[in-house]
Nanobody, 125 residues
Framework: QVQLVESGGGLVQPGGSLRLSCAAS????????IGWFRQAPGKEREGVSC?????????YYADSVKGRFTISRDNAKKAVYLQMNSLKPEDTDVYYC?????????????????WGQGTQVTVSS
């Protein structure tokens, strides 16, 4: 059974940090680009960051998170991480991870073969 399971969300004060994890199972995740997206109710899905398959040598970030967020992957653990620092209230959202064989399709079209259920991130004092 194919699964992407996000974890690590929660409530944090402005300026704080969180590390999101995306655990893959049921497919060969090494061959897939993995991305993080966020979406609030009634709003369009926004790409946060993506990492290429295999060695993860290519990464993309939304302008709003550049310099604050870092994406990485550990193929041995079939996991992708999103380290989020200097969090702001506007980062509050449900964060989803997604996987696709094509990095461009995942990042530009925000279309993935597989999607997780999401994890809530709330930045508030």
């Amino acid at each position: 059974q194919v699964q992407l399971v996000e974890s690590g969300g929660g409530l944090v004060q402005p300026g704080g940090s969180l590390r999101l994890s995306c655990a893959a199972s049921g497919f060969t995740s090494d061959y897939y680009a993995i991305g993080w997206f966020r979406q609030a109710p009634g709003k369009e899905r926004e790409g946060v960051s993506c990492i290429s398959s295999s060695d993860g040598s290519i990464t993309y970030y939304a302008d709003s998170v550049k310099g604050r967020f870092t994406i990485s992957r550990d193929n041995a653990k079939k996991a992708v991480y999103l380290q989020m620092n200097s969090l702001k209230p506007e980062d509050t959202d449900v964060y989803y991870c997604a996987a696709d064989r094509n990095l461009w399709r995942l990042w530009r079209l925000r279309s993935g073969d597989y999607w997780g259920q999401g994890t809530q991130v709330t930045v508030s004092s």
